[in-house]
């Protein structure tokens, strides 16, 4: 069993800051890359950015230079670290991970959401 659990949302004013994390434990042989979504109210579920075991990173073109995301493979654990919020960045994050428990089998799981709201 493998379970993500979200935390550091939070309601911010515009421009300020926030520091979501993400850990994963249970039974992980590995874990393939990691990353966060994110679900505004009646919109669809979009991709923010990801990470791989390699480091290498991706980025939705609306965060770019704003959001970075990172990993500490030892914890098992990825950040985003969110700066100059903006009132669109308002939305559930989610946290998503691509994890083997042995050395064939593997699958996405999900964390349960994490509210970000930013006042403007």
């Known amino acids: 069993q493998v379970q993500l659990v979200e935390s550091g949302g939070g309601l911010v004013q515009a421009g300020g800051s926030l520091r979501l994390s993400c850990a994963a434990s249970g039974t992980i042989f590995s874990i393939v890359n990691m990353g966060w979504y994110r679900q505004a109210p009646g919109k669809q579920r979009d991709l923010v950015a990801t990470?791989?075991?390699?480091?290498?990173?991706t980025y939705a073109d609306s965060v770019k230079g704003r959001f970075t995301i990172s990993r500490d493979s030892a914890k098992n654990t990825v950040y985003l670290q969110m700066n100059s919020l903006k009132s669109e960045d308002t939305a559930v994050y989610y946290c998503?991970?691509?994890?083997?428990?042995?050395?064939?089998?593997?699958?996405?799981?999900w964390g349960q959401g994490t509210q970000v709201t930013v006042s403007s």
């Open positions: 990470i791989n075991s390699a480091a290498w990173t």
């Open positions: 998503i991970a691509r994890i083997a428990t042995n050395s064939y089998n593997y699958r996405d799981y």
